[in-house]
């Protein structure tokens, strides 16, 4: 991640007191990403040591924010659209099917997963998306370093402005201001229209290309949500996972790096030589079978002969070490509500879904938390932003019908509901329950009668199948068949006869 600041327009576009809190905000943002990363991590040694010591860093807080990320998106959300009368039915499958086209095209579950990172780690991201005539439409998201916005004053969740800029790479960049290329993007609302400024520019500000400018996107809004992650009430700015784990990452790092020192002079334990020679001491040699000649110093004092010792620390703290390490690694699972489980931990719960659904409830809990804090009005949002404008701009014939958007949040565990849910299967083949019972409780936003018309049709059509498969079957019976089965039936009643 770029650490590139464009402080002189951040200024320009938000006033010097308002851009110079933004400008010291994205300097923390990037140290953020550094820690993230990992070299952010290393820290400062006291310089004058006889030993270079060790800096062992073990990157949890990347590993952790993935696992929550990958929890809570790996499985994108289903988006539904549910029409309010029934005669609609058909027009919202329609458009349902059509948004998850315009996902597919975007690579919406790569992009979801993405800007979860960023809005874990930055405190926020930006959901854009752009289109004109002629064009089809684009969902992207943008990290926190690379957007700058103001809200309307009495509503905090709707955009006045916000300004997209990042540097294009470039091989023939090598600080040189004039040499840099910085895409700018500005959408602002003019006169209740929202209006768009983008073009290529030099580090100076200035233009590289004729910038396209004044282009009236013909909305009433700015096609652009922030999500913030976490914080209060009016927050604009969030709060960021890494801040919250880099405490305890920090003394994970020292105390392990601590410890490898520690085993390291363990290793390599000082000798000690008492009354011996000088000249027998300075021949020691350090090696495998090596011979030591000791001699006596000759100015040794009551008789006594030299003597070479090994000093040991006779202190056994293995232990205490590696509880202190898995006390802070717990700390840091728990304060992103991730069980810390193993494989081997998990053996004797593996066919329960019921007890893997209780481990992973508080990491749910977690999830169902940031959906319901800005992602799930987020989506509902570009549902609704999409249809304006796909019908806007020619892209997509859309109806217009009464509709709302639901969002089912999909987790990466056998949970209560998949077991309650075969259950209740168990209990319609046994006919312990009703197939209307069923579908109205497990497909709430399906018609149920329709659903059970449905079903009888696709049996009728199966029996229909099955019975002109027989009848198919039974005409080619060879002819010679049905006098055998005659001559059959005439020697057995010549047998009875005979009998009687």
């Keep these: 991640m770029a650490d590139l600041i464009h402080e002189g327009w951040i200024k320009e576009e938000l006033g010097q007191l308002y851009g110079s809190r933004v400008v010291t905000e994205i300097e923390a943002i990037n140290k953020l990403y550094r820690i993230y990363e990992g070299p952010g991590q290393v820290w400062e040694t006291t310089e004058g040591l006889e030993y270079v010591p060790t800096k062992a860093v073990t990157n949890l807080i ?77 969902i992207g998201f943008r990290p926190a370093q690379e957007f700058v916005f103001e809200v309307v004053e009495d509503d905090s969740e709707s955009l006045k402005k916000i300004v997209f800029f990042y540097q294009v790479m470039d091989e023939k960049d090598d600080g040189d201001k004039s040499k840099q290329k910085i895409w700018r993007q500005r959408y602002e609302i003019r006169d209740g229209k929202c209006i768009l400024d983008e073009g290529l520019y030099d580090g100076n500000g200035k233009p590289i290309d004729e910038p396209f400018k004044n282009f009236d996107t013909k909305l009433p809004f700015i096609p652009c949500r922030v999500i913030i992650n976490d914080g209060l009430t009016g927050d604009l700015e969030g709060e960021s996972d890494v801040e919250e784990l880099l405490d305890n990452q920090d003394d994970y790092n020292h105390t392990k790096s601590d410890d490898r020192d520690a085993l390291r002079f363990n290793m390599f334990p000082m000798t000690k030589v008492t009354d011996a020679s000088q000249d027998s001491v300075e021949a020691i040699k350090v090696s495998p079978g090596a011979l030591i000649d000791l001699q006596t110093d000759s100015s040794a004092r009551d008789g006594r002969q030299a003597n070479m010792d090994i000093l040991e620390a006779k202190f056994n703290y293995d232990q205490r070490v590696e509880n202190h390490l898995n006390r802070v690694k717990n700390d840091m699972y728990g304060i992103l509500s991730i069980p810390n489980v193993s494989l081997e931990q998990l053996k004797g719960m593996a066919q329960s879904g019921v007890a893997i659904s209780g481990i992973y409830r508080e990491l749910v809990a977690r999830c169902e938390e940031k959906w319901a804090e800005g992602w799930d009005d987020a989506l509902r949002w570009m549902v609704e932003t999409l249809v304006q404008m796909a019908r806007l701009y020619g892209v997509a014939e859309i109806p217009e019908f009464g509709y709302n958007i639901t969002i089912d949040h999909l987790y990466p565990i056998l949970g209560t509901d998949e077991t309650e849910r075969m259950n209740d299967l168990n209990e319609v083949g046994k006919q312990a329950r ?44 060879t002819p010679d068949a049905a006098p055998i089965e005659e001559d059959t039936q005439a020697e057995t009643a010549m047998d009875v006869n005979t009998d009687g």
């Design 62 to 138: 990347k590993k952790l924010i993935k696992a929550e990320v990958r929890f809570m998106a790996s499985r994108a959300p289903e988006i539904k659209i549910v029409a309010e009368n029934k005669a609609d039915v058909d027009k919202a499958k329609a458009l349902e099917t059509w948004i998850t086209g315009v996902l597919n095209s975007n690579s919406w579950q790569r992009k979801l997963i993405q800007a979860a990172r960023d809005c874990f780690i930055g405190k926020r991201v930006a959901l854009k998306i752009s289109g004109r005539e002629g064009k089809p439409l684009r």
């Design 434 to 477: 009703s197939r209307l019972s069923y579908v109205t409780k497990w497909q709430k936003d399906a018609d149920a009668q329709g659903e059970l018309k449905q079903i009888r049709l696709e049996q009728s059509l199966l029996e229909d199948a099955y019975a002109g498969a027989v009848d198919a079957e039974l005409e080619t019976v």
